[in-house]
């Protein structure tokens, strides 16, 4: 092999290379200065949205006195049922209820200053669709959420709660 070529195969070699480290380094780049996330994922609001839950409410679905819980209650307005007992769909009272628990959580927790509760139906090709939405407050600070899913017919119902600290 002659001079001429190796030398011309050496620098291809080389010009690959180079090619390869700027992609490389284009690619680190673009994934670098994406944006963060607003929200950051809590184990605190996760076990908040447990809480809430789990509360008891005073809505009898099937019969009084057995009363159902929120996530009982969320599985229901998607549903379409109403409480028996207090001749009021399960929706309106479900939103009531979050309003008020979540008013308390504020009083009580004096870093959250505004929440965002969202109740969705994602179905099996991951398409969502809004079921319920309470918000109060105003935010003014960083966004902290956690989100359970609940199984539904045909895909999952996702409870997600998010919060705003002040601080």
Known sequence: MSEKNKGQQEMVGFVLIVVL???????????SVRKAPDEKQSVEVENMLNAVLDYTTDCAIVFE?????????????????????LNEMACDYLNETLIDIMGDLM?????????????????????EEDVLKVVGGNCTG??????????????DLVVRLRVCNDV
């Open 21 to 31: 480290v700027v992609i490389a380094l284009l690619v680190f780049i673009v994934i």
């Open 65 to 85: 006195p057995q009363f159902d819980s929120v996530e009982d209650l969320v599985k229901s307005c998607y549903g379409g049922d109403g409480c028996d007992n």
């Open 107 to 127: 009083r009580s927790e004096s870093v959250i200053n505004a929440y965002q509760f969202d109740i969705l139906f994602r179905d099996d090709a991951d398409v």
């Open 142 to 155: 960083g966004v902290t959420g956690a989100s359970v899913p609940l199984a539904a017919g045909g895909g």
